[in-house]
Nanobody, 120 residues
Framework: VQLQASGGGLVQAGGSLRLSCAAP????????MGWFRQAPGKEREFVAA????????LYVDFVKGRFTISRDNAKNTVYLQMNSLKPEDTAVYYC??????????????WGQGTLVTVSS
């Protein structure tokens, strides 16, 4: 499964971005999808995940109420809507496909990452 993340960029604190992750092919709907992020000098951390059908979601506490994960299986795409962005949200964001979970071990396939920079 090849994953292509996009949508990152530079935004001011309080602003919004929507990340997308496309997975061409017929198997997209068979995978749960997750978003992780990695800031410079830090380990990769879980952000959000969504079940294969899109009904179940998981969020890390520090993004609850600000970020929303969704998916469109007809378009083979998962999204991460990020609102009320903070400078500490600055990181490379990665999408991943696998089983729904909050650690990297649940995921078998990873995208290349997209950089999000939030200025204060």
């Amino acid at each position: 499964v090849q994953l292509q993340a996009s949508g990152g960029g530079l935004v001011q604190a309080g602003g919004s971005l929507r990340l997308s992750c496309a997975a061409p092919g017929r198997t997209f709907s068979t995978y749960a999808m997750g978003w992780f992020r990695q800031a410079p000098g830090k380990e990769r951390e879980f952000v959000a995940a969504i079940s294969r059908g899109g009904v179940g979601t998981l969020y890390v506490d520090f993004v609850k109420g600000r970020f929303t994960i969704s998916r469109d299986n007809a378009k083979n795409t998962v999204y991460l809507q990020m609102n009320s962005l903070k400078p500490e949200d600055t990181a490379v964001y990665y999408c991943a496909a696998g089983l729904i979970g909050a650690t990297t071990e649940f995921y078998d396939y990873w995208g290349q990452g997209t950089l999000v920079t939030v200025s204060s």
